[in-house]
């Protein structure tokens, strides 16, 4: 398990294969607030942290299987 203090601003978020998604924004309570610049509709996107598989780095990366939200779809 992490430590979701762990997870910063600018950090960047992959799936289980390592492909880029987006970036953090910040954490809020339970889940992770991704930046509008990587959004195709230029909105905040949000990620459960229970999605988050680990961190390595400066990268979050996602369960297997999470599901990425429409907007985000690298």
């Known amino acids: ?12 978020v992959a799936d289980a294969n ?3 998604i987006g970036t953090v924004d910040e954490v ?8 509008r ?3 195709e509709d230029n909105m905040h ?8 598989e680990k961190i390595d780095d400066n990268r979050v990366y996602l369960k297997q ?3 990425i939200p429409v907007g ?3």
Do not use: N
């Open 28 to 35: 809020e309570d339970e889940r992770i607030k991704m930046t």
């Open 45 to 52: 996107h949000y990620l459960p942290l229970e999605a988050v």
């Open 65 to 67: 299987g999470t599901k």
């Open 1 to 12: 398990m992490f430590e979701k203090l762990r997870i910063k601003e600018h950090m960047e």
């Open 18 to 20: 390592g492909q880029h």
């Open 72 to 74: 985000l779809d690298a």
């Open 37 to 39: 610049t990587d959004s």
